[in-house]
């Protein structure tokens, strides 16, 4: 499969599952989790939602080679799965009955492996000007 359409179906997934998710945040989850809970799901949510659209629009943008625009996408979609994922794993530890605080690292990782995954557009973009 070609970069282009792996973008594009990776940014087409997140926005599914942004929504989907958004979704059952919005109708089921208030019974079983606290407000910060839901809050810190919804943050999930919204960075999902960011990334799909950034793989979508990514996909059309010419960043000056193939394999810049492979880095751009595997930095984005690995940050954003460890980031979100894990903000919504920890979303229920209050309700688990088994510790999952191992995850609480891997937020930040996800969340530094997305800035350097913009940083890298800011380069590739000064690069080709």
Partial sequence: ??????MRLTGSLFMLISVLLG?????????L????AIASFQV???YLTYHGLALLL???????SKKRKRIFFVLITLGNVLFSGSIF???FKE?????????????????GILILGWCFSVWCFIKKT
């Fill in 95 to 111: 309700v688990l009955p088994f510790s999952i605080g191992w995850v609480g690292p891997i937020t930040p990782a996800g969340g």
């Fill in 58 to 64: 990514f996909s059309i943008i010419n960043v000056g």
């Fill in 89 to 91: 794993l920890l979303s």
């Fill in 44 to 46: 999930g949510v919204r």
């Fill in 33 to 36: 989790l606290s407000s910060e």
């Fill in 23 to 31: 979704a059952i945040a919005s109708h089921y989850l208030e019974p």
């Fill in 1 to 6: 499969m070609k970069l282009k359409n792996k």
